[in-house]
């Protein structure tokens, strides 16, 4: 295995890691990364690590939230550990809709939707909606202003707008932190939540990738499973840095830039495709 490749693992996992947790689409930035980067590994294994590489960000969340997550704390009073359940009791809650429809809608999704018209229509629409929503709820209160005060109610609203994440290029902590906002959870609490419900969607969904690839007949090579687990561990400690910063970037700003990069980004992926399609094919 060369050392460029061990290189282009090494991006990949801080674009992945950067990308997973700001509702700003991983998928957006690994289509253009892809472009220009390309791993030297075979098209069903790209599919499976584009996914499974998610692992090591997710990895992240129960480290930096171990304690509130953490329901068998001897730190913890009786009222604080079934609030901890609760939390849990809201994730498992919110997962369902995006677990349920994702097990039939993967593949249609995948085969359908994975392109560069859906991805840049999805950025600019979810750069749009955040702006809007900033401005409708600027000077309003939240009703929930920390994940124990979002109800079940909350959670399956929010879940249901998880399932939108299916759509290449919208974001799941974008959905999530939208449908919260839309529900009366604050900010921080809506990225929080975000978060949490990250950890069993994405083990879920890796773990049906990594199953669909075996299915297939897919073997990997030692330097793919390399490259896999380089960018696993590299987007798990930028994922550490980058929900820090969120976390403190939401206590005291809207989510107003993180809709305008959208729309950037938007025409650029439109803009780039569009000229390599149409003009240098």
């Known amino acids: 295995m060369s050392f460029i490749e061990i290189l282009k693992a090494i991006l990949f996992g801080i674009v992945e890691g950067i990308t997973e947790w700001l509702p700003i689409s991983s998928t957006g930035h690994m289509i253009l990364l892809d472009e220009f980067i390309k791993l030297n590994v075979s098209d069903g294994f790209l599919n499976m690590f584009l996914v499974v590489i998610q692992l090591g960000a997710i990895c992240a969340v129960p480290v930096m939230f171990f ?7 001897k730190k913890k009073s009786p009222e604080e550990r079934k609030a901890t359940y609760g939390i849990w009791g809201r994730v498992i809650v919110g997962v369902i809709p995006a677990a349920v429809v994702g ?5 249609i999704c995948d085969k359908y939707l994975n392109n560069y018209i859906v991805v840049a229509i999805a950025l600019a629409v979810y750069g749009i ?16 202003l920390t994940v124990y005060d979002i109800t079940y109610r909350d959670a399956l609203l929010i879940g249901l707008f998880q399932v939108l994440s299916l759509i290449p290029g919208t974001s799941r ?11 009366g959870v604050s900010r921080t609490a809506s990225a929080e939540f975000s978060f949490f419900m990250a950890i069993p969607v994405m083990l879920g ?17 030692a330097s793919e499973i390399v490259v896999l687990i380089i960018g696993m561990v590299v987007s798990f400690l930028v994922s550490l840095a980058v929900i820090k910063f969120l976390m403190d970037f939401v206590r005291r700003h809207t989510f107003t ?5 959208r729309i950037v980004l938007a025409v650029i992926v439109a803009g780039y495709f569009i000229l390599k399609t149409f003009v240098f094919a």
């Open 257 to 261: 830039a993180f809709g305008i990069y």
């Open 173 to 183: 902590s974008g959905s999530t932190i939208i449908g919260g906002m839309l529900v």
């Open 205 to 221: 969904a890796s773990l049906l990738k990594i199953v669909k690839f075996v299915a297939a007949g897919f073997t990997a090579t």
């Open 67 to 73: 304690e509130k997550l953490n329901p068998f704390s």
């Open 103 to 107: 097990l039939f809608l993967d593949d």
């Open 129 to 144: 909606a955040f702006i809007v929503i900033e401005k409708l709820r600027a000077g309003r209160e939240f009703r929930a």
